[in-house]
């Protein structure tokens, strides 16, 4: 589903954001990307959604190798890949359940279908009463949860994540890996980027960690494997 083979991301600054990564994340499975701040997590995720471009190396995501793809299909990528953002980045000029549609009105499709959609999204975050309301008058766990309904809402093969609970306490935070755990399990192939080691090791899933760059660790999940995601 997702594979890395010697990537290298060198910005025109000179800054060497990754080194040499290789990985297979195949189809279904869910990891967690960590590593300290700084450490390329954001980086690999925008090569995934074509939002930069390997300096050298291969990535290739359900078959397709994105250094040759062309512009006009990147959008046709991205809805293959659903994001969640750690600030949510929700538009509080729109209900919740606009916000959740606005994946699928870009594509343009039918008006019946959409409203299907974005209700089945909100029903498994558990947000459906809450539609009609801004999401200014939501909490943050809430907020989050939205962004997730409409990563989700197009049926994406892949889902990931930037940093998802890092504005959460810990309980809100078990809930939102929960909804990752949920969907993973229906088949959705999903990678979290995340610092915070503690949730890692409660989620006991395969853990890569970056390090300036370089991944240094990908293995099942040990607990001494997160720790050298930190310094």
Do not use: C, W
């Not at 990147?74 to 209900?95: E, S, Y």
């Not at 755990?181 to 610092?195: D, E, L, P, S």
């Not at 960690?209 to 001494?224: E, R, W």
């Amino acid at each position: 589903m997702i594979q890395f083979s010697n990537v290298f991301k060198r910005y025109e600054n000179g800054h060497e954001a990754l080194q040499n990564v290789s990985f297979h994340l195949p189809s279904g499975d869910m990891t967690f990307l960590t590593g300290h701040s700084g450490a390329g997590k954001s980086t690999l995720l925008k090569l995934m959604m074509r939002m930069e471009v390997a300096t050298r190396g291969s990535v290739v995501i359900d078959g397709q190798q994105l250094s040759r793809l062309k512009p006009h299909h990147v959008p046709f990528l991205r809805r293959k890949i659903g994001v969640v953002f750690q600030d949510h980045q929700l538009l509080f000029d729109r209900t919740v359940f606009d916000n959740v549609a606005l994946p699928l009105v870009i594509e343009g499709m039918d008006p019946r279908e959409i409203g299907r959609r974005v209700r089945a999204a909100l029903d498994k975050v558990g947000l459906l009463s809450k539609e009609k309301l801004s999401p200014i008058m939501l909490s943050g766990g809430e907020q989050q949860r939205v962004g997730i309904a409409r990563a989700v809402v197009n049926k994406p093969p892949i889902l990931l994540a930037d940093e998802p609970t890092g504005n959460l306490d810990p309980q809100l935070s078990a809930e939102i890996m929960q909804l990752f755990r949920q969907f993973n399990a229906v088949g959705v192939t999903v990678m979290i980027a995340t610092h915070d080691l503690e949730l890692v090791q409660r989620m006991a899933r395969r853990v890569m960690v970056l390090k300036d760059g370089a991944m240094i660790h990908d293995a099942p999940f040990k607990p001494q494997a997160a720790t050298g995601g930190e310094g």
